[in-house]
């Protein structure tokens, strides 16, 4: 039977309900998270953006086809053309300038993350990296899907952070998702059981990094 990405997501299940189930998530979508806590998370965030954008540049090297380079093309210019400058605007309806966002220092969990993508990338193949970024591509998707299923969940105006959600649940970013479930579903059908137990080891500690992030926007560490 070949391996799906959904075999990832079981395969550290508790893991994956942790991130997605976020305290900080429960709080962003019932409109009780700490003004602070979330513009923390923001200025990170930007910061992430940053190496993410990164680790496309360095999908397009790792890239054995055409196919494969014109993705992480789009996916570099996606971030550094679109992503980067929307990001920048939603910090300013925060109170958070430009000039701030480019003095900031970054914070261990946004160090810890980003690096283990690169360093994942770096050492493995285009496989390697997609599945380390994948709790990012894949996951906000679902937790703003996870979100809209719940009753507590509050939409609109009397929720400040009502934009953030409208962000992921778009047509654009669940088409995203879904393309990249699509990309990832082709390469794991034909893995290996050695080799599938590798990816589980670094989807899970991506997993847990993205847990820590939540978790460095909640209690606002450095």
Request: aromatic fraction near 12%; charged fraction near 25%; proline fraction near 3%.
């Given at each position: 039977?070949?391996?799906?990405?959904?075999?990832?997501?079981?395969?550290?299940?508790?893991?994956?309900?942790?991130?997605?189930?976020?305290?900080?998530?429960?709080?962003?979508?019932?409109?009780?998270?700490?003004?602070?806590?979330?513009?923390?998370?923001?200025?990170?965030?930007?910061?992430?953006?940053i190496q993410f954008?990164?680790?496309?540049?360095?999908?397009?090297?790792?890239?054995?086809?055409?196919?494969?380079?014109?993705?992480?093309?789009?996916?570099?210019?996606?971030?550094?053309?679109?992503?980067?400058?929307?990001?920048?605007?939603?910090?300013?309806?925060?109170?958070?300038?430009?000039?701030?966002?480019?003095?900031?220092?970054?914070?261990?969990?946004?160090?810890?993350?980003?690096?283990?993508?690169?360093?994942?990338?770096?050492?493995?193949?285009?496989?390697?990296?997609?599945?380390?970024?994948?709790?990012?591509?894949?996951?906000?998707?679902?937790?703003?899907?996870?979100?809209?299923?719940?009753?507590?969940?509050?939409?609109?105006?009397?929720?400040?952070?009502?934009?953030?959600?409208?962000?992921?649940?778009?047509?654009?970013?669940?088409?995203?998702?879904?393309?990249?479930?699509?990309?990832?579903?082709?390469?794991?059908?034909?893995?290996?059981?050695?080799?599938?137990?590798?990816?589980?080891?670094?989807?899970?500690?991506?997993?847990?990094?993205e847990i820590d992030?939540?978790?460095?926007?909640?209690?606002?560490?450095?």
């Amino acid at each position: 039977m070949p391996y799906q990405f959904e075999d990832l997501k079981k395969s550290c299940q508790t893991e994956w309900q942790a991130y997605i189930e976020h305290s900080f998530v429960q709080q962003l979508g019932n409109a009780s998270l700490a003004p602070e806590a979330f513009q923390h998370y923001l200025k990170q965030d930007y910061l992430f953006l940053i190496q993410f954008a990164r680790a496309f540049a360095l999908a397009a090297y790792k890239s054995p086809t055409l196919s494969d380079l014109r993705q992480a093309k789009q996916g570099l210019q996606a971030i550094v053309d679109v992503e980067l400058d929307l990001h920048i605007s939603y910090c300013k309806e925060w109170g958070i300038s430009e000039q701030e966002l480019a003095e900031l220092p970054e914070a261990r969990a946004t160090l810890a993350y980003t690096r283990y993508v690169l360093d994942t990338g770096n050492r493995g193949d285009l496989l390697d990296l997609h599945v380390a970024l994948s709790p990012c591509m894949v996951g906000y998707g679902e937790i703003a899907n996870w979100l809209n299923s719940r009753a507590e969940t509050i939409r609109g105006e009397n929720n400040p952070y009502d934009a953030w959600i409208a962000m992921y649940e778009s047509d654009e970013f669940q088409d995203a998702m879904q393309a990249e479930i699509s990309w990832l579903n082709e390469r794991l059908a034909d893995v290996s059981p050695a080799r599938f137990k590798e990816l589980t080891r670094i989807f899970s500690d991506a997993t847990r990094l993205e847990i820590d992030f939540w978790e460095m926007g909640l209690k606002q560490s450095d």
